[in-house]
Structure formats: C-alpha cells, structure tokens
C-alpha cells in the first residue's frame, strides 16, 4: 500500500514564477491537508480539502496561494508569483475520513527553494 | 480555538536515560491529542494518540504518553534513550470537531548523547 506521496521532492523557482505541488493521498482516502514548516516553526496548517471541495482554507494567504483537490487525480497546491518568503517545506497529509480520531498520514514533503 | 505549547525547542539526554518532552494544550472542548515523529528530510510518523479512555498511551518504539486533563497536559516519555531516537518530535490537538484540522506545536529536537 504505497503511502501519500508528493512531487516534487524538490522543486527551484526563480521569484515570479510559479510552484505547483502535488499530492496523491493514501488508496482509499478522500481528505486531504496541507501544511507549511518553516525551521523553529513547526507545522503551519494551510488548508483542508475533500475531493472537489474545500472544507477548511483558514490558513491559506489571501494572495497567490490556491489549493485544489479534483474527482480525479492528485491535490495540488499553486502558488502563483513566488517571493523568496515561500521558500520552505511543504507537507501534504491524507485520511481516510473526517472523523478526527483517525490519524493523518504524511508525505515525504516538497522542498520549495526560491531563488 | 485550540493551541499546542511544546517545552524546549530542543532537549539532550544521554543514551539510555529518561526521555521526557513536554506538550501542553489548549481547547475549548475535549481534545484529542497526537504526538508525530520526524527524520531529517521526512514526513511525519505518528507515535501515539490519545481520543478517550485510558489517559495512558502506548505508543511505538517504546514511547508512551499521559493525557492529563488538570494539566492540560500530553507529555511524551521514553524510559531508556536510545540513539535512533534523535528526531523532530511535534505534539498536536485536535478538537474533536468533524472540520477540524490537526493543530501542531513548534516541535522539539531530541539530541541523544553518547
């Protein structure tokens, strides 16, 4: 059973550009996280979506930032127009339910260096 | 809304000595509660929860932790550090709330000491 995994491990992009990270969750998952670490900050919760809709974007920027998680295929989040504050690791986790006694489980991370 | 405070940014202990790293929390309802695990360049690992019963938890790699509600408390213990265990180790709540999202302290780094 693979786990949740996200692509790219690392990802380079020039100020301006555009980032788009993926993430396919767990079989048999329909929850989907995403959170951003910055060191010495832990875990930011970023946003919370469920297959076509978005339960949860309290954490998003109002700006540049969108996530999607459509019928078919991976979740992604965009961020349009990149500054060299965006530069972190980005983590997306999945679980099977909103029942919030079931754990999340992680990906390996998207490393986002902004140069 | 709910809230992680974890004691330390990092803590050293010795090999083969107590691990004791401190999680407190707060909410406005009964929380449950997580303690995950992280190694260089990783995602997270769960180690344990707590959702209702007993207030001790046992976890894997022989970490535990003890929920305790007048303390507003989840700390995790280990009672003999072994090297393996140097990671990023982050608490986090959430409230029981069928939208909620998992709410995370800043972690703390576990050194083990030759």
């Known amino acids: ?115 | 809304a709910q809230s992680v405070t974890q004691l330390g940014s990092h803590v050293s202990v010795s090999e083969g000595a107590l691990v004791l790293l401190r999680c407190n929390y707060s909410s406005s309802v009964p929380p449950y509660l997580f303690w995950y695990v992280q190694y260089p360049n990783q995602g997270l690992q769960l180690l344990l929860k707590y959702t209702t019963g007993a207030t001790l938890v046992k976890g894997i790699n022989g970490f535990e932790a003890e929920f305790k509600k007048s303390e507003t408390s989840f700390h995790l213990t280990k009672p003999s550090a072994h090297m393996s265990d140097a990671a990023e180790y982050f608490c986090a709540v959430t409230e029981g709330n069928r939208d909620d999202k998992i709410i995370f302290g800043k972690g703390t780094r576990l050194h083990i000491l030759p």
């Open chain 1, 1 to 115: 059973n693979a786990g949740v995994m996200q692509n790219p491990r690392h990802l380079v992009r020039r100020r301006g550009q555009e980032a788009r990270l993926r993430c396919s969750p767990m079989k048999g998952h329909s929850h989907v996280y995403w959170y951003r670490q910055l060191p010495e900050e832990g875990l930011k919760f970023m946003v919370y979506l469920q297959k076509e809709n978005i339960i949860d974007e309290s954490g998003m920027p109002k700006e540049r930032f969108s996530a999607e998680f459509p019928k078919e295929g991976p979740s992604i989040l965009r961020i349009q127009q990149v500054v060299r504050g965006d530069s972190a690791a980005y983590f997306c986790a999945s679980s099977p339910s909103r029942d919030s006694n079931t754990e999340a489980f992680f990906g390996q991370g998207t490393r986002l260096t902004v140069v």
